[in-house]
C-alpha cells in the first residue's frame, strides 16, 4: 500500500530553500562565509551613505560594494558589462542583494560621491591586513617598496595617430636640415607636445614603459609580499596638501622629467603613510634609481628611521683618494690588485661611541683554527702582503659619511642582489591592477571616477588577502581567480 504525505507550504519552502542553498555556486558561497563587511567598512562611511536626504535609498551600500568588488575579482571591464552580468545572473543579484540592477550612472555617481569613503575603508584594511602579512613572512612584510605609475585617460592624445605624426614631421625635419645624431626626434616630440591633454588639464603628458601617453600620475606602496599599502593619487588636491612639492617645466628628456617627478614625491609619500599607520616599522626600502639621490639616502636613513635602502645608483660614486681603492658599488679593493675586493665582516662597530662602522678585510684571509688553544685567528695567504700583520690588511668605513654609497648595505653583494629581486613585486601588482582590474581599460577622463576605480582595485586585493588568511590558503592572497573555476 502506498502511503501519501500531506505537503504543507513550510516544506515546500524548506525544499525550495536547501535545494537554492545547494546550488549556488561555491565561490559564491565562499565570498559569503568569509567576508563580513560589518567588520571592514568603517561606521563614518554608513553614517555618510545612509545620511537623511529626503528620499530612502535604492540601492544599500553593501549591495554596491559587493558589485563593485566582484567586478575586479572577475575582471569585468566596464561598469555597462558588470550590469550585464547582474542582469542574466540571479546568483550574483542574490550575492549582492538587488532587487533591482542600478544603471551605469548609478555606480559612476557612487564612486564619485563617495570617493573619501572609499579611501577609508581602504586604509582600515591596510590596518586590518598587516597582521596577517606579518604572519606568513615578517621579513618580507617589513619591507617598503615605492613606484609610480600611470592610468591612460581616454583623450585625444593618447590616440597613436597624434604623438606618430609630430615625431613624422620631425624626423623630416632632421633629414632636410641634414642634422646629425644628437638630434633626436623623439625627444624633440616629447617636447614639442603640449604638457597636458586639452580636454582636462589634469591629464598630464607622462612617458611610461616606453611610450608616450597622457595619464592621470599615481604612487603606490607595496610591501616585498606584493601586498598595496599605500595609494596615492597626483592631483590639485595632492599637491595642495603637499606644497614643498614645486612642479617645474618639463625638460627635454622624458626619462629625466619621469625621475625628477618620483624623486619629489616619494618622502612626501611615506611621511603621509607612516602617519596614517602607526603600527606599521618597516625596516627596509627599495626603490629604482630615480631616487638615487643624497638628499633621500638621508631622509629614509635617518629620519624616517628605515635600517637598510635598495636604490641602484644612477651616477657613478666619486670616492676621496685612499690606499684602498673603491670600486664602481664601493667596496674597497686590494691596494696591490684593484680588481679584488675586500671580504665584509659583520662587525657593526669597533668605537666606543657606538658609531656604525663597515669593516673590511683582505681578500686572501681566511680564518685558521688552532686544536691547542682550541681557537681560530685571522691568516693572510697572500704572496705580496700590503702590511706586516699576520691578519692581513683591515679597512674601515663610516656609513654616515656617505649614505649614497654605503645604505646599510654593501652593493654587488649577494644579500644586496637577492634582496633587490624583490622589487619586482610593486611591478607585478601594478600590472595586476591595471589589467586584472581592468584599470588601464576604463574609457574615461573623469578624475574621481579613475581614483575610484584604483582605490576599489587596491580593497579588492586587501579583501583577497583577508578571505585567503581565513581558508588558509595563502598561495592565494592576491588573486582568488583560481577558485572561481
Not at 289 to 295: G, H, K, P, T, V
Request: net charge positive.
Amino acid at each position: 500500500m502506498i502511503t501519501y504525505k500531506q505537503l504543507s507550504l513550510a516544506d515546500i519552502f524548506s525544499d525550495c530553500k536547501e535545494k537554492f542553498q545547494n546550488n549556488k555556486p561555491q565561490f559564491l558561497s565562499l565570498l559569503e562565509n568569509t567576508i563580513n563587511l560589518d567588520d571592514l567598512v568603517p561606521i563614518s562611511f554608513i553614517n555618510h551613505f545612509y545620511a537623511p536626504t529626503g528620499r530612502p535609498r535604492k540601492y544599500k551600500l553593501y549591495s554596491m560594494l559587493r558589485a563593485l568588488i566582484l567586478q575586479r575579482i572577475f575582471s569585468i571591464p566596464k561598469d555597462s558589462l558588470l550590469i550585464i552580468f547582474l542582469k542574466y545572473s540571479q546568483e550574483l543579484r542574490d550575492f549582492c542583494g538587488f532587487l533591482k540592477v542600478p544603471d551605469a550612472s548609478k555606480f559612476t555617481r557612487f564612486k564619485q560621491d563617495f570617493i573619501l569613503d572609499l579611501q577609508l575603508m581602504f586604509d582600515n584594511l591596510v590596518d586590518i591586513t598587516e597582521p596577517i602579512c606579518q604572519q606568513i613572512n615578517k621579513k618580507l612584510a617589513s619591507m617598503t617598496i615605492f613606484d609610480t605609475s600611470g592610468i591612460e585617460a581616454f583623450v585625444t592624445e593618447n590616440n597613436p595617430k597624434y604623438a606618430n605624426r609630430i615625431i613624422k614631421q620631425l624626423k623630416t625635419f632632421k633629414k632636410l636640415n641634414g642634422l646629425g645624431d644628437s638630434y633626436d626626434p623623439y625627444k624633440a616630440a616629447y617636447g614639442a607636445m603640449p604638457s597636458h591633454a586639452n580636454a582636462n588639464p589634469a591629464v598630464q603628458q607622462m612617458y611610461i614603459n616606453g611610450h608616450f601617453c597622457y595619464a592621470f600620475k599615481f604612487g603606490l606602496v607595496t610591501n616585498g609580499l606584493g601586498i598595496v599599502r599605500n595609494i596615492s593619487f597626483y592631483n590639485k588636491n595632492f599637491l595642495k596638501a603637499h606644497p614643498d612639492i614645486v612642479v617645474e617645466k618639463k625638460s627635454n628628456s622624458p626619462d629625466e622629467d619621469k625621475s625628477l617627478a618620483d624623486a619629489k614625491a616619494l618622502i612626501p609619500v611615506l611621511k603621509d603613510f607612516l602617519k596614517k599607520h602607526p603600527m606599521i616599522n618597516p625596516k627596509i626600502f627599495l626603490g629604482d634609481a630615480a631616487f638615487d639621490s643624497i638628499e633621500i639616502y638621508s631622509c629614509l636613513l635617518q629620519k624616517l628611521k628605515f635600517e637598510k635602502a635598495y636604490i641602484p645608483l644612477k651616477t657613478k660614486i666619486v670616492s676621496e683618494e685612499s690606499d684602498c681603492p673603491l670600486n664602481e658599488d664601493a667596496v674597497p679593493c686590494c691596494p696591490h690588485d684593484h680588481s679584488l675586493p675586500m671580504k665584509r665582516e659583520s662587525s657593526k662597530s669597533h668605537l666606543r661611541s657606538g658609531i656604525p662602522t663597515m669593516k673590511f678585510v683582505c681578500p686572501k684571509m681566511k680564518w685558521v683554527y688552532n686544536k691547542e688553544t682550541k681557537k681560530s685567528k685571522r691568516k693572510t695567504f697572500c704572496e705580496d702582503p700590503c702590511t706586516k700583520s699576520s691578519c692581513g690588511r683591515m679597512f674601515y668605513i663610516y656609513p654616515e659619511k656617505n649614505l649614497r654609497a654605503y645604505p646599510g648595505t654593501v652593493r654587488g653583494s649577494q644579500e644586496w642582489n637577492c634582496t633587490y629581486k624583490i622589487r619586482s613585486a610593486i611591478e607585478k601588482s601594478i600590472e595586476n591592477f591595471k589589467h586584472s582590474c581592468c584599470i588601464a581599460e576604463r574609457r574615461t577622463q573623469n578624475e574621481k571616477t579613475l581614483h575610484a576605480d584604483l582605490l576599489l582595485a587596491g580593497i579588492t586585493q586587501l579583501i583577497t588577502a583577508v578571505i585567503a588568511n581565513k581558508i588558509h590558503r595563502h598561495e592565494y592572497i592576491k588573486s582568488l581567480k583560481p577558485l572561481i573555476a
